[in-house]
């Protein structure tokens, strides 16, 4: 069981200047300084349980990029478990968010067996981080290694994805088996105020995710290379033009052509580009609540017209650190064939390969540039990076109002929320809503597109980072904790 360490290539911060305007970017410049300064000689290490598949992963590729590029020392590294391991944090991780956390309790057994695991992870890691490092350890998977490096003199923070605001017996019995390990740490990150538990408030940081602009899945597609990548993997029938290379852009501006398809289960052939797309990217996940998305589309079927659905999630096989997505899709397969025939037809579920960082976002990219509608009916949310990729390519966006979505859309101004994400009936009238009114799906989507710039790029994120790491390591000026997102904000 070895460490891996992701490579990171340098990007300049300056690529954010003329997005962002001269203010913005006057503060992002002179945050980055003081963190230069404070963490002159010291590495930033970023720890979490797989490089591939989900938010997290995400987000830390442009981070680290970015942090390097202004002149910090920063790596990522991936611990290994076994699947025992991953069994018990995916429990972890439903309990967090208030959903049963698998049969029977996290008692002793499993807390050696998490504990086994994150020892051998942490030996590997004593022969890298050094006492004057700060090391980043994102969710529950790495929150055991904290007190290990702590001793070590390390400054080590903990980061939760992940939470609930209503708080049971199941999201109180995953922060009693996590407490042992966290609650002697400097600092704690948190995407919403209402996640953090108790015991933690006193170093409770707020810091929302984000999104880069400028990454393979955000950046700008031409129309035709949208066409052309859904074409290649399967998603679109290619008429009435022939398929032309499946070509994206790589973030150093060299070409990358997408050759792998999707697996696909669907009923006959695929759309055409002229037929509305209803779609929602994520894992294969309970909690994102797939089953709930089909059903509502089967119920609204006839008044939605022609309009197809697609359910997109990584290949079941390319995301290590979650057990359950195999289940989950075998379940959407089971309930799609139930379908009638008629509606069955117009539904996809598509496996994207996971092979290829860079061609995975290539193909999420065209999913999201091309949906009519896009959607995130999560039962549960810890933010859902990929209402607010939809957002910034000014899709209209139909969410439930749960965790961090409702932080992201204001309902009627830049997207529509579900009251309660189990109402299948109003689902599907949101979004026979938007297919059958045009202009206020265009509406949403500009006005979902300034929000998205506003709060959640990653300029925003990485200069909290700064002033948060230039505190803790005791060089930086008075720290002021930056306010949560203002849902309500214009």
Known sequence: MHLEEVQIQAVPLERFDPLIGPEAAARLHAGADRAREALRGRTLFNVNSTALGGG?????????????????????LVIRGDAEFFRITKRLHNRLHGAVGGAGRLGEAERAAYERVLADNGSELLALVGPEDVVLLHDPQTAGLLPVLQRAGAT???????????????????????????????????????????WLRDRAVIIPPSIDPFSVKNAPMDPVAVR???????????????????????????????DRCADVVRAGPPPTPDIPLILQVSRWD???????????????????????????????????DDPEGAEVFEACIRQWRALPHSVRRRVQLLCLPMTDRDENAAIV???????????????????????????????????????GIQDQLVDGESGLLLADPRDLDAFGDALVRLLADPVLASRLGRAAQVRARTHFLGSRHLLQYAELFSRLVGQGPAWTPAPPVDASAR
């Not at 949310?381 to 439930?400: H, Q």
């Open 56 to 76: 997290v992963a995400e987000m830390l590729q442009p981070l680290l990029a970015y942090s390097r590029g202004a002149g910090v020392d920063a790596r990522w």
């Open 286 to 320: 309970r909690l994102k609540d797939m089953s709930g998305v089909l059903e509502g589309f089967a119920r609204r079927a006839d008044a939605l017209g022609q309009a197809h659905l697609a359910l997109a999630g990584p290949n079941v096989a390319g995301v290590c």
């Open 365 to 403: 990219n065209a999913l999201q540039r091309h949906a009519t509608v896009v959607v995130q009916k999560s039962i549960e949310e810890g933010f859902g990076l990929t209402v607010v990729e939809a957002m910034w390519k000014g899709r209209p966006v139909v969410g439930s109002a749960v965790g």
């Open 156 to 198: 080590v923070v903990w980061r939760s994805h992940i939470g609930t605001e209503h708080w049971n017996d199941e999201v109180a019995s995953g922060w009693a088996f996590l407490r042992p390990y966290l609650e002697d740490s400097r600092a704690a990150v948190f995407t919403r105020q209402a996640y953090v538990p108790d």
């Open 228 to 258: 052309n990548i859904l074409a290649r993997v399967g998603v679109l029938l290619p008429c009435p033009e022939p398929v032309g290379p499946a070509i994206y852009q790589h973030v150093d501006g060299s070409p990358g052509r997408v």
